[in-house]
């Protein structure tokens, strides 16, 4: 069964402060990996998309790695703002073309305060 | 250039009563998706579409159908709700196939209360 585990699960960080969050997953095949960033009360919104072969895609202030051997994932957040105060949710595509599946991870929930 | 939008935002039902979910996307994208968002559980797939006039099941597509009539809109219908089926629902729609590299647009959601 594909499963995405993430953590920590709340956060709780000072503004201008740096923070990561992490992402393991169990899939197979992979195919790609996403992160997402989802405000309180709106719909998800893309941060990043890596296939296999990236180690790392930066988003402004995002940073995401990704270790296909370990199966990890993380994303980076430098100099944080108060804005940054969202759910960040990690998703697993799996599958052949055409008939991929995604995983999505619970998040975690980051809270900037001032 | 409104994205994807969701009608209503907010709704009460009663066990038993039936409704439909209205998604709109003014992208020209083929493929949309419904999810449901519960607490402490990942979004899942209810029910996604490759085109106009085609509809696939996901993951949780028990209690709840789906209509793709016209490519821009995409509707989700309980016909006899009950209170598992309190959740916010999100749309989505992407250009391309799911699980591709393709980012699927969300929709703002509609919270479902069902008593």
């Known amino acids: 069964k594909n499963q995405v585990e993430q953590s920590p699960q709340s956060l709780i960080i000072l503004e201008g402060k740096n923070c990561t969050l992490q992402?393991?997953?169990?899939?197979?095949?992979?195919?790609?990996l996403r992160w997402y960033k989802q405000d309180t009360g709106r719909g998800p919104v893309s941060l990043t998309i890596m296939t296999f072969s990236e180690n790392t895609k930066s988003n402004g202030r995002y940073t995401a790695t990704l270790d296909a051997d370990t199966k990890q994932s993380s994303l980076h957040i430098t100099a944080s703002q108060l804005s940054d105060s969202a759910s960040y949710i990690c998703?697993?595509?799996?599958?052949?073309?055409?008939?991929?599946?995604?995983?999505f991870g619970t998040g975690t929930r980051l809270t900037i305060i001032p | 250039n409104a994205g994807v939008t969701q009608t209503p935002k907010f709704r009460v039902l009663k066990t038993g009563q039936s409704m439909t979910l209205l998604c709109a996307q003014d992208?020209?994208?083929?493929?949309m998706y419904w999810y449901r968002q519960d607490p402490g559980m990942g979004l899942r797939l209810i029910h996604y579409?490759?085109?106009?006039?085609?509809?696939a099941k996901g993951e949780v597509p028990d209690g709840y159908n789906v209509s793709r009539l016209k490519k821009q809109n995409f509707l989700l219908g309980l016909e006899s709700a009950a209170p598992s089926q309190t959740s916010v629902y999100f749309c989505a729609s992407s250009y391309s196939e799911r699980g591709g590299l393709e980012t699927q647009y969300f929709g703002p959601g509609t919270r479902l209360l069902v008593l």
């Open positions: 579409s490759v085109g106009e006039g085609t509809t």
């Open positions: 992402c393991n997953y169990t899939v197979s095949p992979f195919s790609n």
């Open positions: 998703v697993v595509s799996a599958g052949y073309f055409g008939n991929e599946k995604l995983t």
């Open positions: 992208m020209n994208h083929e493929y």
